[in-house]
């Protein structure tokens, strides 16, 4: 055995650790915040915990009400559902909304959502829904909206709900990205037609069909009507023709010319059942489509401007959701919009169908702290979770929520997990084999930059267009390029430390957001110094809106809204696919150069958690992450044992060939190693999947917008070379084999932490047992029910040894699981809002390995980490036990005063007590 000073995080000695006091001071501080924080909506409701469900068709709501006596068994009091408002065709999440008016049909509609709630209710179960606010789907479904803009332009009545700059717009015109090429080339090719529906026109390229604009197919009657000699289709023409075209901000006039054009396209479909007419019509449908100069003619009319993809992320003016284009963004701060796409929601949230919604992308919105005080002031009671991802040391914003979905506690839970000691040689190995040191700072902003240009394109121009009109109004700035201007918001962004700012019109300027911007700003002089400070200095102050004129606070809450995506996609979705020292690091809402929280740290986080959102989710695994956390849980075992590690890789890359002329670079190389180990055992089609997914992210050989087809196929080769290979798959099992032990009490501490922190533990479907699930789509496969079922069934039965016996099958994780939610639903005042947390210390020789905490005055429980470097045993290492008797609810064994770590444990590498009033006979 080590002796304590090796079991010591760096930095802290031995003897401190041993006497860590209880942080008293830190607990007064911080139940002084959480009673200003915590509203009353906290207090009332059991929350438990919340299974996440993923419904798709198949998958729909007569499905999951077939678990509901599942779900209850197992100890969640809330079903938290993927969105199911209508979306697109098919969909498989549901956050490509295209209707917020009703119930998704392929998942079973409003009356098989009814069924799913009331079986819910009878089973005692509540609610928590996914929404979408930031964006809808205008591909794959029909959008009424969206066809509505497409055809009246800022004259529709839907023309506010979407965040289109129709400023930008080439006269007034969006761009729609979906041509394969040139325009001019599609066009002569005759893949662009003309169609006849009924009464109405619209234009077909393969899949995609738009409308044609009424003043265009007022045009284009007439010459029809003329030589029909028709007056009543010369009639519709000539009025189609000479709508007005009111702008944006008109809503009466926009009313009033809808009301006008319903009126006349019904005359026109009534004309088309006249068979004259109808040929007529067709007759001049065919012309159109013969000439491509007529159909040009055309097209330039229209609404919209019908381009190759390639420019969208160039081209675009309208806000989508980060770089996809089929999802446009909304206007939800305006009221008309909320209450168009809110209104459904609501009512189930007064009505007590649902309990509670968590907002996705919250970071999107123009206004984040406006949304929510409209929803809150709508849903007063509603439990609101928002989708925000907290940089290190970065504090929720005072909304009226009760906190985040979690990915904040995810990463703190696994880096207390992680070894120090192993932090070192992984650099080394990781430098070894990518040849050269890995600097996780410089790819970030490297990423960024990438993004900004390649992904951001167009949303980055258009800011810089408002910027130029704003610094033309200023005169000591005034005479700065379009140029300067790009290449210094460019660089602000990459410098930005966190998704956001949340500076408004409407709100004093919050410290957090000034020191943000001024250490952002202070970062820019220093590492640009080719920057005018005079244009810094100015930036500066725009920033935390010094001017207030209406254009200068456009551009700050549209900046904004950038900084997230720059953020997202630079360093989630491609830094974290080529920085691969310890990959299980590389989660949402993580910082992977931070290798681990020490224990001081770790309970500071938790004691500030309780004091202020007590009823956040505690996240370890969901539809996002990139890995799940039994994957994860695995590979922070390299941190305990990082030159075996080392070894192994080195042998397998002899045993597989690789060498320095490898077809696949060395940062994916590594990656894949790593991915074998965590995931094992996997297939090749499912490597391979992974892989290419996983290469298009880090976008160093291949894109999603650009993808290699000859790298990819290389990419296959190699995986199926390495699954291929008999004696290196014999190699890796053995390797995966020797992590059990770790593997095994990293996920279980890992899953105890969650249930018994501060917050309410989240299980994402299938997760109740081992899962060695990756990213998306990986993660989203069908779940095996019926095992999960009978593991559950046969639990009372079992001992605790026989379930340690059986741990391989995954049912000491669905043991602790349905263990420790039942105690949470038993003890509600140790879990919840009203609940505390005291860190308890262990003492001897391993105490260092030991995560101790008392919930309230009734549970407390016991975590214990790496095993894999210093076996099952704890010699002389004791927990001192709060005054009272002690149940072990694993064990069922009785304890109290000081007690061994092995005495306490028993066969588990974890514990979770509850104080008996009376100890049994």
Not at 445 to 469: F, I, M, P, Q
Not at 724 to 752: C, D, H, K, M, Y
Request: aromatic share 8%; hydrophobic share 40%.
């Amino acid at each position: 055995m080590r002796s304590p000073s090796e079991i010591s995080p760096p930095g802290v000695s031995p003897s401190a650790l041993f006497r860590l006091e209880p942080l008293g001071g830190l607990s007064i501080m911080l139940k002084s915040i959480g009673d200003k924080l915590k509203p009353g909506y906290l207090q009332g409701v059991n929350r438990g915990g919340t299974y996440r469900v993923q419904l798709r068709p198949g998958f729909g709501f007569d499905e999951a009400s077939a678990l509901a006596e599942y779900w209850q068994a197992l100890g969640v009091s809330h079903i938290y559902c993927s969105p199911y408002l209508q979306a697109t065709d098919g969909s498989t999440h549901g956050y490509d909304v295209v209707d917020h008016s009703k119930v998704n049909e392929e998942l079973g509609g409003n009356a098989r959502r009814a069924a799913f709630c009331e079986t819910l209710r009878r089973y005692g179960l509540r609610q928590l829904l996914d929404i979408v606010p930031n964006h809808m789907a205008i591909r794959g479904g029909h959008n009424v909206w969206w066809w509505d803009v497409l055809e009246n332009g800022p004259s529709s009545r839907f023309s506010r709900h979407f965040d289109v700059e129709w400023r930008a717009s080439e006269f007034e015109r969006v761009v729609l990205p979906i041509l394969g090429d040139q325009y001019g080339v599609e066009l002569e090719a005759g893949r662009l037609v003309v169609e006849r529906r009924r009464g109405a026109l619209l234009i077909r390229y393969f899949e995609h069909e738009n409308p044609v604009a009424p003043r265009s197919l007022g045009q284009f009657l007439r010459p029809v009507a003329r030589r029909l000699e028709h007056p009543q289709l010369g009639f519709v023409a000539d009025c189609l023709a000479e709508l007005p075209a009111p702008n944006a901000t008109d809503r009466d006039s926009r009313k009033r010319r809808h009301r006008d054009k319903e009126v006349l396209l019904d005359m026109l479909e009534a004309l088309c059942l006249d068979p004259t007419v109808a040929e007529a019509i067709d007759l001049q449908v065919a012309r159109t489509n013969s000439s491509p100069d007529a159909l040009h003619e055309l097209l330039q009319a229209q609404n919209y401007r019908l381009a190759f993809w390639r420019i969208g992320n160039q081209e675009l003016d309208y806000r989508r959701f980060f770089d996809i284009d089929s999802l446009v963004g909304l206007c939800v701060e305006d009221e008309e919009v909320f209450e168009a796409t809110h209104s459904l929601v609501i009512t189930w949230l007064v009505e007590g169908s649902i309990d509670g919604v968590r907002v996705d992308h919250i970071d999107g919105l123009y206004d984040p702290r406006g949304y929510l005080e409209r929803l809150r002031q709508r849903a007063p009671s509603a439990w609101l979770l928002v989708e925000k991802i907290l940089e290190d040391g970065e504090e929720l914003p005072p909304w009226p929520v009760s906190g985040t979905t979690g990915y904040e506690f995810l990463n703190v839970a696994q880096r207390v997990l992680t070894h120090p000691d192993g932090e070192a040689p992984l650099d080394a190995l990781a430098d070894e084999l990518l040849r050269e040191p890995q600097d996780y700072v410089a790819m970030v902003e490297s990423a960024k930059r990438l993004v900004l240009r390649e992904a951001l394109g167009s949303d980055l121009h258009r800011l810089v267009n408002r910027l130029a009109d704003i610094v033309y109004d200023h005169r000591r700035v005034r005479d700065y390029s379009r140029r300067e201007l790009g290449e210094l918001l460019a660089e602000l962004c990459v410098e930005f430390p966190v998704y956001r700012t949340y500076v408004h019109p409407d709100h004093p300027v919050g410290s957090n957001d000034t020191s943000v911007v001024h250490e952002t700003c202070k970062r820019l002089r220093a590492k640009h110094p080719r920057f005018d400070p005079r244009l810094v200095d100015f930036l500066e102050r725009l920033l935390l809106l010094e001017w207030r004129d209406a254009e200068e606070v456009e551009f700050v809450l549209r900046l904004q809204q950038l900084t997230g995506p720059v953020m997202a996609k630079g360093v989630e979705d491609t830094t974290f696919y080529r920085f691969v020292r310890l990959t299980a690091l590389n989660e949402v809402g993580g910082d992977p150069s931070a290798f681990h929280v020490d224990i001081h740290d770790f309970h500071a986080a938790m004691q500030r958690r309780q004091a202020c959102y007590p009823e956040a989710l505690n996240a370890t695994s969901t539809h996002d992450t990139k890995r799940s956390e039994d994957v994860r849980a695995r590979l922070l075992c390299l941190s305990e044992v990082p030159m075996q590690w080392a070894d192994n890789v080195r042998q397998w890359r002899e045993l597989a060939g690789v060498g320095p002329d490898c077809a696949v670079d060395p940062a994916m190389e590594y990656l894949l190693w790593q991915t074998l180990v965590g995931a094992w055992p996997i297939d090749s089609p499912r490597l391979s999947e992974y892989a290419r997914k996983a290469a298009r992210e880090a976008k160093i050989h291949t894109s999603w917008h650009s993808p290699n087809a000859e790298y990819e196929g290389a990419l296959d080769a190699h995986v199926s070379a390495l699954l291929g290979n008999a004696e290196l798959v014999a190699r890796i099992e053995a390797f995966v084999g020797s992590l059990t032990p770790g593997f095994e009490a990293n996920a279980l501490a890992q899953t105890l932490l969650k249930l018994a922190c501060p917050g309410v533990p989240d299980v994402y479907q299938g997760t109740e047992l081992w899962d060695l699930s990756l990213v998306d789509p990986d993660n989203r496969r069908p779940v095996e029910y019926a095992a999960r079922k009978q593991l559950l069934a046969e639990l009372p039965e079992l001992t605790a040894e026989q379930i340690w016996e059986r741990r391989r099958t995954g049912i000491a994780k669905l043991w602790l699981l349905n263990h420790g939610l039942k105690v949470r639903r038993a003890l509600p005042e140790c879990f919840g809002a009203q609940g505390t947390y005291q860190p308890i210390l262990a003492h001897g020789q391993h105490s260092a390995r030991v995560l101790a905490f008392a919930r309230g005055q009734d549970a407390l429980a016991v975590a214990t980490r790496w095993w894999l470097r210093f076996g099952s045993d704890f010699p002389g290492t004791t927990l001192v036990l709060p005054p009272g008797d002690w149940l072990n609810r694993f064990t069922q064994c009785m304890h109290g005063g000081e007690v061994g770590l092995p005495t306490l444990l028993g066969p588990f590498p974890c514990a979770l007590l509850t104080r008996v009033d009376e100890a049994p006979s």
